[in-house]
């Protein structure tokens, strides 16, 4: 093993890019600064880079929007855009969120990064195959943006036959788009799957692994089983919308709900795929920030496995009021009982995980504590939901928007974000202003609480999401609304101002920053390419704190033979 | 509910039977909410301060939770989630299934209006008019994509799906006058899909009924439409409509509300979901003893000739209609403004 500069950058750079000459060892980032040797680049590091500037940049798109849609309902009637614009431009935010930020966001992001150096091993099974799915990515990206320019998309992102077969605008490169980046989420999965069971280092057992890893291997599950089902069903849509084949139109002999009943069989499992590497983070931070081993890893790593499982039987619940039997009806309804009794014992050995711990309210855990309160706020009105009988009141109306966003944005945001401050210094080898942190912390909760937690009551009151036009007696709910929109876009900008300011000017950050035992924390910070100069023992679990940390860094030494010398 | 309660949680009026105690279970599942997520934030604020870090690189004790802690905790919440389940199931029972007494109006939605059409032959656009008190069932089909009918007030919500009926009910306790929402996503003009439910006394209802400026020409009630229509696309051909007599298709008489056996045993409900399936998709159920030769009337019969046909059938629930009566050729729209009281 060698951390110099691998064969392909050296072959690939037209001019021998600088060696490291000082003192510093090589990393990662200093391992080839082409801008051919990060686009052709294998190494796992770098590809969830890319990931992570363009999930960041859909973000940032579909905020864009989203503040474009909460300012179009200042008022009840029309603001600033048409009925006809605010329909394309609720169904981008959708598409843009759910699958070109939400999905990939955490798993193509810390996953990618870290996966392999939680398992101890160089990079993920298949180096190319990760370089791919970003490319793959892309290009479904690409196809997507162009639909919305090229004619635009009205049919909200849930594609609903048989409106979306018939609707005017461009559906079918815009459902191909989908198509093509699911097949981007797919590799991904099963790139972490197989190297989850094939490239542990020696002596890490699967129940000795980072909890974080259990988070992505569920999700990965889930992406590899529900993902074609989506695709599938998106194809469909493109021939009944392209070709007028009438599979899902009842004017032609389709079913409708056939339809709805293919997309939630995926798209209900999507939220697992967005909250439960959220859940991964979540279980990271707290035994590092409370130096405390978890209440109770196996309840975090098995209810992963039960909800990822559970949630495959959970679609019906979105179609209470689809007219489907009773008996159905009721069956979703209790099966989505048990990913919230899952979710819930995750909830409790969290909490539990701090009793006697010594507690650093950092950011990271900060942002851990928004997370829980709005996890458990927003999964209990998940419960709500379920319960049947008030689903026929909240369904399609703002209660749902609200419920929903309490889990992507307040759990899966809100835990992108603990992992991206959590992270930042092993990723980019910079220390961020922990001050301006917990401050920004601060004002994403308060935006993000004023935002959605009016939209209850306006689900409440009757108000179905996807109306242009609402009774004026809605408006003061949708102005308060749109203030904590603004002040959580403020709060997202000020965090990408100072993370921007410590890239550059940051303090050097130490290799364990945060005296944490998960394995990612054993190598330097940033990471050389292959991840540690010398394999490290796993000799400890990745949360024993019952001993001081120059015991436990004693017992990851990489024994004498083994060891590489940059 | 306490009207303060109501008021707090911004719901709107209870104006039908079943609002009262679906916002008593809504009241109750918001208050576990409210209290598990404050008890959550107020255990991590309080460990935060009494656990905060004094020193750094301290051991903390090995706490592991107990094999039976955990399955105690899991069971109490399944226990809890199950008890929200069993009463929001029971009362999603009873609003799914309409009581025997209800009245039938057939709604018809497309883009971007309400049709209700009542069994005197009566129709009119965007506005139901419903006496307080009496059970309501809506038969519902779109015309083109889904829909969903919605009256914040009366807590029932329904997706309107082409090519299908699906029924909702209720009985409108409070008289006024209730917005209906569309709540499924369907096109550009989605939110301005409105109509309004009027609730009258019964008093006022009947007056309205017997609303002598009404004007009568032209108007028809359903089921004689639909013995026209079943005449003029000579579904009678094969469907006899009085009793005893077997032909190529089974009887229409009594077939209303009954239960038919299929082919292969399984026994079904003739309700109106059946009989539009069996018009718009016959070999989907073959019905015992006969043979798949119906074609399919999709594309053929429009919704309120199907309204029609369907309302005819269950006119002959009973085996009382002698035949079939001479076959008049008569407007096929009615309209009047059944709108104003």
Redesign the interface.
Known sequence: MTATATDLDVTAAPVPTAAPTSAKPSSYLTDGTTVRSWLLTTDHKRIALLYFVSVSFFLFLGGILALALRLEHLTPGPTIMS??TY?RVFTLHGVIMVFLFLIPSIPATFGNFLLPIMIGAKDLAFPRINLLSWYIYLAGAALLIWAMINGGL???WTF?T??SA??PSAVVPAVLGVFIVGWSSILTGLNFIVSVHTLRARGLRLMKMPLFVWAIYSTSIIQVLATPVLGLSMVLVAIDAGLGWGIFD??R?G???LFQHLFWFYSHPAVYIMILPAMGVVSEVIPTF????????E?IAYSALGIAFTGFLTWGHHM????IS?VD??AF??LS??V??FS??K???W??T????????TTPLAYV?VF???F??GG??G??V?????D??W???YFVVAHFHFIMVGGALTAFLAGLHYWFPKVTGRMYGERLGLVACVLVFAGFFVTFFPQF??G???M????????PEHQP?HVISTIGALGLGAALLLILGYLGWALVYGEKAPDNPW?SRSYEWLTRSPPPTHNFDATPRFALGPYD?????EDAHAHAEAPAQGHDHV | MPAWLVKL????VEASS?AAE?DA??AT??T???V???A??A???W??LR???????????????KRSH?AG??LA??FL??A??V???????T???PPDDARTVFVTARQWMWKFSYADGRSAEDVLVVPRGAAIKLAMTSR???H?F?V??F?????V????Y?TAWFRAEKAGTY?I????????????MRGEVRVLEPVDYARWLDDPSRDRSGEQDLVSRGRDVAVRRACVTCHSVGAGTTTTGPSWAGLYDSYVELRGGTRVLADEAYLTRSM??PNADIVSGYQPVMP?Y??TLDASETAALVEYIESLREPRDPGVALPKVRAVETSSDGGTP
């Open positions: 009925a006809y329909n009205d049919t909200g609903y048989p409106y018939h609707s009842p004017s002999g079913d409708p709900v409370a130096r405390k081993v978890p209440y109770s890893y309840a209470f009021t689809a007219g009773a009806a009721g309804g209790i009982m048990m919230a009794v819930a014992i909830v409790f050995t909490v539990a701090l009793y006697k711990g010594s507690i650093s309210l504590f829980l309160f709005l458990v706020f209990m009105t419960v709500a379920a319960s049947t009988s008030l026929l009141h369904h399609d109306t009551l306006l409440n009151a009757g179905p999401r996807r109306y242009y036009y609402y009774s709910l005296g704190y019952t001993r001081p940390d | 949680l911004f719901l709107p079943i679906v279970l809504h599942i918001i576990v909410t409210m598990s997520s404050l959550v934030f255990a991590t604020g460990m935060v656990f905060r870090r004094r020193a750094p690189n301290v051991t903390t004790p090995h706490i592991v939770a955990e905790i899991a919440l399944l989630f199950c929200f389940w009463v929001g199931f029971r009362q999603y029972l609003i799914e299934q083109d994509v889904i969903a919605y914040p007030a807590r029932i919500k329904q997706d799906v082409p090519g299908r699906t917005p929402l569309c709540a499924e996503y369907c096109g550009t003009d989605h939110s301005a718009m998709d399919t999709a594309g």
